[in-house]
């Protein structure tokens, strides 16, 4: 089964500062990749897939790069409202893995 | 619009099991690969088991072989999440969770309590 390394496992950053969190594949899975935010008390929202695509709706200060085993997703500009908890998600076969999450809060 | 709409919150007792539904909108089950994941307080995602679309069945994570079983009502569209043997462990809102090349869709979560 393939494991997915998520780091940071938390952090803490200012209002305009750029956020990278890292997501590790323990195999190769191609670009099949999801990114998630996770708002207190609501569902996942899916904000990148295939590594680098942004969902339609999202703001561009997300992104996302990567491939094979090593992802990167970005916030290029931190606002008060992306204070959540991101998840990467392979999907290039089953069982699905989600990394373990990176919360992020403002300093 | 794609919708999945989850049944209500549940209390259950160690020992019994519980059956969560999910029902869409917006597309057929038969359009999509259902998968759930479940999520307990304070923790991380924990992917429970889906449909794997290349062999026509459904997988289930080895921590819940045995325990769960997940089902699909295409009269209604309306698939189903069935876990036995309850702990206190398996306290965790319950979601499901549909793929589709269009997109990737969840519902709105359930959660399931676990007390004697």
């Known amino acids: 089964d393939i494991q997915m390394t998520q780091s940071p496992s938390s952090l803490s950053a200012s209002v305009g500062d750029r956020v990278t969190i890292t997501c590790q594949a323990s195999?190769?899975?191609?670009?099949?990749l999801n990114w998630y935010q996770q708002k207190p008390g609501k569902a996942p929202k899916l904000l990148i897939y295939?590594?680098?695509n942004l969902e339609t709706g999202v703001p561009s200060r997300f992104s996302g790069s990567g491939s094979g085993t090593d992802f990167t997703f970005t916030i290029s500009s931190l606002q008060p409202e992306d204070i959540a908890t991101y998840y990467c998600?392979?999907?290039?076969?089953?069982?699905?893995?989600f990394g373990g999450g990176t919360k992020v809060e403002i300093k | 619009q794609v919708q999945l709409v989850q049944s209500g919150a549940e209390v259950k007792k160690p020992g019994a099991s519980v059956k969560v539904s999910c029902k869409v909108s917006?597309?057929?089950?038969?359009?999509?690969?259902m998968h759930w994941v479940r999520q307990a307080p304070g923790k991380g995602l924990e992917w429970m088991g889906g449909?794997?679309?290349?062999?026509?069945?459904?997988i289930y994570a080895q921590k819940f072989q045995g325990r769960v079983t997940m089902t699909e009502d295409t009269s209604t569209d309306t698939a189903y999440m069935e876990l036995s043997s309850l702990r206190s462990e398996d306290t965790a809102v319950y979601y499901c969770?549909?793929?589709?090349?269009?997109?990737?869709?969840w519902g709105q979560g359930t959660l399931v309590t676990v007390s004697s």
């Open positions: 295939d590594a680098s």
């Open positions: 917006g597309y057929t089950l038969t359009e999509l690969s």
């Open positions: 969770a549909a793929e589709h090349t269009e997109g990737n869709y």
């Open positions: 449909f794997d679309p290349e062999d026509g069945e459904t």
């Open positions: 195999q190769d899975i191609s670009n099949y």
């Open positions: 998600q392979q999907y290039d076969n089953l069982p699905r893995a």
